[in-house]
């Protein structure tokens, strides 16, 4: 075999080789070595400010209406006029006919005065089964005010009494003086229920029709 042609083949391919080796370890060391490939930073998302609460609108408190003071039936009925006329007529009373005569003025009033309130709450304020029960009622105090009277007269008549016994006749006018006040109170307390206002006497009291 022929070595010194083998010879310089070898010492040929064996610098190729040692190239080529050493070729790929720079290319190696290139790649290891060049700095990584950092991804771009992703910027963040703006936090959304979060909702200032609107603040409700302070409510005023509703003021608290002051009450209406009761009224007081009673005290303005103890004011009324026709007991004033009468308390002046029996102060200037100098005879029992002049005693008779304020007592029967005044109960001449209170009929008068029961009759139109009566009238007036019947048919003006009241309906239905509420003024069925009133005027039924109406109707049982006028019975008893004639019972009242009649045990009274004892069988007389008033003007029989006038002519024979005065005393008689001023007791029997004050009886039923005092049934029609005591009725005419009363009327005054449902009037001033259903309206809230007290009656007017003066208005109940004239010569004009009532309307």
Known sequence: MNYKRIAPLLLGLTLTVLSTGLSACESKDSWSSSPASVPSATSE???TPEATATPEPTQEPTPTPEPTPS?????LFAENPIDAQKDEDLANAFTAKDAYLAFQTAREKWVLFVDRLTDTISNQLLEGQEKEEFDQAAEAWSLEKDEALQSVLEGSTEEELLQTDLD??????????SLCRDRAQALCKKYAELTGQFP?????????PMG
Do not use: Q
């Open 71 to 75: 009224m007081d039936v009673d005290a």
């Open 45 to 47: 998302p703006t936090p």
């Open 168 to 177: 008689k006749a001023t007791e029997a006018s004050s009886t039923v003086m």
């Open 200 to 208: 007017d006497f003066e208005a109940l009291l004239s010569d004009a």
